[in-house]
């Protein structure tokens, strides 16, 4: 190749043009390419062969790996063309002597603008120096675009090789902070799960302690129960023998322990909260016992608040001026309701108390204008102030109005010497836009213009009383309703004379939420539907002895969402339709109360719809004589949030008490009075069924006897209140029962038990040591001794030994 090369050196340019006209240089390219790729044995006779193929087909498609078999061809040349141009000699100087280029229609001008010296066949110039520059030109911009695009390659490729790295750097970090997080989360889970394994062995010894602990705790219980019903079946089996147990202790009144556990074990705290609970006689004794009890019963605490009420009949201004200068500095609420002996004594060391906050003055005999005016000039910051029964007058409303400016609440109930004057005093003073409670019941004296004054000044009136007022009439209510528009609560019983127009406009207040009417003959269902309709945040409806309303004032009343409690006692015209209107209502869900004594004409399908009360608390059904005892009774035992029950006057007898029991036994205050069916079988059922009875009615209950009280006795030991009036069957054994196991006693009605006598007093006087109310009404076989020397136990006690009533129905 080399020598060929040589040989092509010296040629004319024109053979040069000839061979690369006729590629010959692409000729011997292919010729090359098909040799160095197909290796033929015979070359010679291969280049022949291809040359003659040449010849026939032209070399229109010369290709320069036409010589190539398909299979074999390679991707790239197998010479360049820069070899090709060497052995040619084509880069020569000599191929650019002469160009071809178009001529002008001037003479002697190319495409470049030089000059030829004459036109030829060829049409063959000599390239001048510009042209020279040009091309240098041309092709040093084409080094320096290969040059500048190979350098941004090769930026681009580093910046993405760059880019790349990064990513990979990047997610190489993550994966090993994740293998960390995950060498961190295992070795975690590990000491959790060894957490969780100590936690759950500790609970399980904790479990097991525990358990262990509440079975001693109930085995304990259950071991002083059994001991205690022992000695209960005991005592009874000895009184059914008739033995002497008169100077026998009964049981479960102590165990010899006289040991100080209340101020050694308990701690102050808790030994003064169980001190709380005393009032003062007792603190007195308490702190007579010992020097630890002296210091508990005198804690600051216990002396806040002081309630003379309860030692009415014994305290003395000596008694109140000693402990009024010991307490004076904590003393905030004191009660001298009913004391009648204390007179200008007391009230001086009252005026020294100057945290005093709520007093209560009622039914004090000795309280009058000057007593009154001394106390509030000292207690300056009363807010509580219960004027209740005494013999203020319009002076003593007029020293509030001026010292007492803060006073809320406020009671001048039956307080009958002051006048209007005195309530424009009150509603001229400061303490009028503070006033939100205010009673004037009984208080007759009182004219439409005392209530004009009453409600001009004190607009910011919450709770208005005006019970036992026969005298309001419509023009006293309309100017409260006008102007006391924040009223919520309202009292008016006993109030007959007034109408529909009253209500009518107490139902525009819509921030009513408690009415209370009663013994009103003139009220109808458009006072009630007004109230419906305005009145949506009713809670508390009161309507007793309305005679005048009908069923259409429960349907008024059902849509009231809040209501809690209603009562249509004596509401005579209401029947089963009602009370379905009030279940089928809004008010079903948040209902608690329900009164319908004396409702005549509600019966069964009544006992049905109350079912719908899913929250009713408290029924009474007194006198509903269409009620029957398996349509209705029974059905009554499904309201399981049932706790008070009265069907006094029902027909209920064994059967429907016992089915009462069974289905509720969450009942604590049963009223069966005047159930004449009811025997000691039905009772029997009932107590060891509803074993939580606090309170239980059974008077005029005529077939009961002493069998029926031993078994009440026995079931219900956390009795505290007991009727058995009309019992004439009750003799002293029911009263020894009662005393031996229901110590928790406070009120007891024998009235009508001719049988019982002085005995009974006894047995009463060791067993129910918590007796306060004790009624002995008719009870010839008790003496006026034994009477009178049961009040030195009993603060409240009512005896006569008169002839039986008529109405008792004994024969």
């Known amino acids: 190749m080399a020598n060929m090369a040589a040989s092509m050196k010296g040629q004319k340019p024109e053979l040069k043009h000839y061979l690369r006209s006729n590629k010959l240089p692409d000729i011997y390219e292919a010729l090359l390419t098909g040799l160095a790729v197909m290796c033929p044995d015979d070359p010679l006779q291969f280049i022949l062969d291809k040359l003659r193929n040449l010849k026939e087909n032209g070399i229109d498609e010369l290709n320069w790996d036409m010589f190539v078999e398909e299979y074999m061809k390679p991707p790239n040349k197998v010479i360049t063309e820069s070899n090709l141009d060497f052995i040619f000699n084509l880069d020569d100087e000599s191929m650019i002597d002469f160009i071809d280029i178009p001529v002008n229609i001037q003479r002697g001008q190319g495409y470049f603008g030089g000059r030829f010296e004459g036109i030829t066949k060829s049409r063959k110039i000599w390239p001048t120096p510009e042209m020279y520059a040009t091309a240098y030109g041309h092709y040093n911009m084409s080094l320096k675009n290969m040059c500048f695009s190979a350098w941004m390659q090769y930026y681009l490729h580093k910046k993405k090789k760059k880019l790349a790295m990064e990513k990979k750097m990047n997610r190489a970090a993550l994966h090993h902070a994740h293998r960390i997080l995950r060498v961190h989360l295992n070795v975690w889970r590990d000491w959790l799960r060894y957490r969780k394994g100590c936690q759950a062995m500790a609970y399980h010894k904790l479990k097991r302690i525990y358990f262990v602990s509440v079975g001693i705790v109930l085995f304990r219980e259950w071991r002083a129960v059994a001991k205690r019903n022992k000695d209960q079946r005991e005592y009874f089996e000895r009184l059914e023998r008739g033995e002497n147990v008169d100077d026998e202790e009964t049981f479960g009144q102590g165990d010899g322990d006289a040991q100080d556990k209340l101020s050694g074990q308990l701690g102050i705290e808790l030994a003064v909260k169980v001190f709380s609970f005393l009032d003062i006689a007792d603190l007195a004794r308490c702190a007579c016992v010992c020097r630890s009890w002296k210091v508990i019963a005198y804690h600051s605490s216990l002396w806040n608040r002081l309630d003379f009420s309860k030692v009415r009949n014994r305290v003395t201004d000596l008694v109140t001026t000693k402990l009024l200068s010991k307490c004076r500095p904590y003393l905030i609420h004191l009660s001298m309701r009913g004391c009648s002996q204390l007179h200008s004594a007391t009230f001086t060391a009252l005026s020294e108390c100057r945290n005093l906050q709520d007093l209560n003055l009622s039914e004090c005999k000795g309280l ?350 956390y009795l505290t209140s007991l009727n058995l009036a009309g019992c004439k069957l009750i003799t002293n054994l029911s009263i020894q029962y009662l005393s031996g196991v229901c110590h928790h006693l406070h009120t007891l009605d024998i009235s009508g038990c001719i049988i019982i006598t002085d005995k009974a007093l006894k047995y009463l006087r060791k067993g129910c040591k918590k007796l306060k109310y004790l009624t002995m009404l008719y009870c010839k076989g008790v003496t006026k001794h034994a009477a009178m020397k049961m009040m030195r136990h009993v603060p409240a006690l009512k005896y006569s030994d008169d002839e039986i009533p008529i109405y008792y129905g004994y024969k």
């Open 368 to 717: 009058d204008d000057e007593s009154l005016k001394l106390v509030v000039k000292g207690c300056k910051i009363i807010l509580y102030l219960n004027l209740s029964h005494t013999h203020i007058t319009d002076a003593s409303l007029r020293t509030i109005s001026k010292y007492c400016h803060n006073v809320q609440f406020l009671s001048l109930a039956y307080c009958k010497k002051f006048s209007d004057r005195g309530l424009q005093y009150l509603s001229a003073g400061k303490c009028s836009k503070k006033l939100e409670y205010l009673d004037l019941s009984g208080c007759l004296q009182i004219t439409p213009d005392g209530f004009k004054s009453l409600s001009a000044g004190c607009t910011m009136l919450q709770i208005l009383v005006l019970n036992e007022f026969p005298t309001l009439n419509d023009d006293c209510m309309i100017a409260i309703a006008a102007k006391c528009t924040k009223i919520h609560t309202l009292s008016i019983l006993g109030s007959p004379l007034l109408t529909d127009e009253t209500f009518k406009r107490l139902a525009n207040n819509r921030h009513l939420r408690k009415l209370r009417i009663e013994g009103n003959q003139r009220i109808s269902d458009l006072s009630l539907k007004a109230i419906g309709k305005n009145c949506t945040e009713l809670e508390h409806l009161y309507l007793a002895d309305c005679q005048r309303l009908t069923d259409a004032s429960l349907k008024a009343i059902a849509n009231c969402s809040k209501l809690v409690v209603c009562n249509m006692a004596d509401v005579v015209q209401i029947t089963n339709t009602g009370v379905q209107s009030l279940a089928e209502g809004s008010c079903a869900a948040s209902l608690r109360e329900l009164n319908l004594t004396n409702c005549i004409r509600v019966g069964d399908m009544a006992m049905f719809n109350i079912r719908k009360f899913k929250n009713l608390v408290y029924l009474s059904v007194c006198f509903c004589e269409h009620i029957s005892e398996k349509s209705g009774i029974e059905l009554l035992g499904q309201l399981h949030a049932l706790v008070s029950l009265d069907i006094s006057g029902c027909n209920c007898s064994d059967e429907g008490l016992s089915s009462l029991g069974k289905y509720n036994n969450h009942l604590r205050d049963v009223t069966l009075s005047e159930c004449a069916d009811i025997t000691d079988l039905g009772l029997q059922k009932f107590t060891q069924q509803c074993k939580d009875i606090e309170r239980l009615d059974l008077s005029h209950c005529k077939l009961l006897t002493d069998g029926a009280i031993k078994n009440l006795a026995f079931c219900c030991r």
